[in-house]
């Protein structure tokens, strides 16, 4: 891999999963825009894509989704030049990231075959960065689906610490650890373009006590919520040159 593509995608990944550990806030852009209006009602800060009729376009050109957070929930949008992440206040946190090949990338791809290299890619790049960020981070279980687009890799991964719903916890009492959040990532080579979707499980978060789902039942949970924002995607390709 050269040095090129590793900076750029593992910087960006540290970028993305601070905005995961933290409050949900607008991030610092490199060059700024006037906020967006916000006929939607849910909370849009100058974003490097845009929002157009409810659909969120990724600066990339290689994707745009219906937005999947509402304004009566506190739906809200935060993005990077390569990842997007949509939030809401109860058990919505959906986060995007593509990243464009080069040619090490590419060469890995061909040569590893597509399960090896999903592998190798998110336990490298994605794992190493949820370990970073969150000690003790552990991948649980995985699949692959050779049937969903040209292959995809499933993996589902334990984060202590890493909640974006840790605030609901306040009634546990200040002395309780912070839980340990479950999250379900989708990993796919479309188009030259490496995709990472992430979906965290709120309810092993806000439901405290009267939790009682078994992995196999949470693994099925994420599964389908993976697959359900698989098909929001409408995937396209940005201009020659780009």
């Known amino acids: 891999m050269s040095?090129?593509?590793?900076?750029?995608?593992?910087?960006?990944?540290?970028?993305?999963?601070?905005?995961?550990?933290?409050?949900?806030?607008?991030?610092?852009?490199?060059?700024?825009?006037?906020?967006?209006?916000?006929?939607?009602?849910?909370?849009?800060?100058?974003?490097?894509?845009?929002?157009?009729?409810?659909?969120?376009?990724s600066p990339?050109?290689?994707?745009?989704?219906?937005?999947?957070?509402?304004?009566?929930?506190?739906?809200?949008?935060?993005?990077?030049?390569?990842?997007?992440?949509?939030?809401?206040?109860?058990?919505?946190?959906?986060?995007?990231g593509v990243f464009q090949q080069d040619a090490t990338q590419r060469w890995e791809l061909s040569t590893r075959g597509t399960q090896e290299y999903l592998l190798y890619f998110f336990g490298n790049y994605v794992m190493s960065d949820f370990i970073q960020m969150f000690p003790g981070a552990r991948i649980e279980s995985g699949q692959y689906s050779p049937t969903t687009l040209d292959g995809a890799?499933?993996?589902?991964?334990?984060?202590?610490?890493?909640s974006m719903f840790s605030d609901k916890r306040a009634i546990l009492g200040a002395d309780k650890a912070p839980p340990v959040a479950k999250r379900g990532n989708m990993v796919f080579v479309k188009d030259g373009w490496i995709f990472i979707i992430s979906t965290e499980l709120a309810e092993r978060v806000t439901e405290h006590s009267t939790y009682a789902k078994t992995p196999e039942q949470e693994n099925e949970i994420l599964r389908q919520r993976l697959a359900a924002i698989l098909q929001r995607i409408e995937f396209t390709k940005p201009p020659a040159g780009t």
Request: aromatic share 6%.
């Open 60 to 96: 990339t050109g290689m994707f745009r989704i219906t937005v999947p957070v509402l304004p009566e929930l506190g739906g809200s949008i935060n993005d990077t030049p390569n990842v997007v992440t949509f939030q809401d206040n109860f058990n919505v946190h959906v986060s995007i």
């Open 153 to 162: 890799l499933i993996t589902y991964t334990l984060l202590p610490g890493g």
């Open 3 to 57: 040095s090129r593509f590793r900076l750029m995608l593992r910087s960006t990944l540290i970028v993305a999963l601070a905005i995961l550990a933290g409050p949900l806030q607008a991030q610092p852009m490199a060059n700024p825009t006037p906020a967006q209006p916000e006929p939607t009602g849910i909370r849009i800060p100058a974003l490097n894509g845009h929002v157009e009729n409810k659909v969120y376009i």
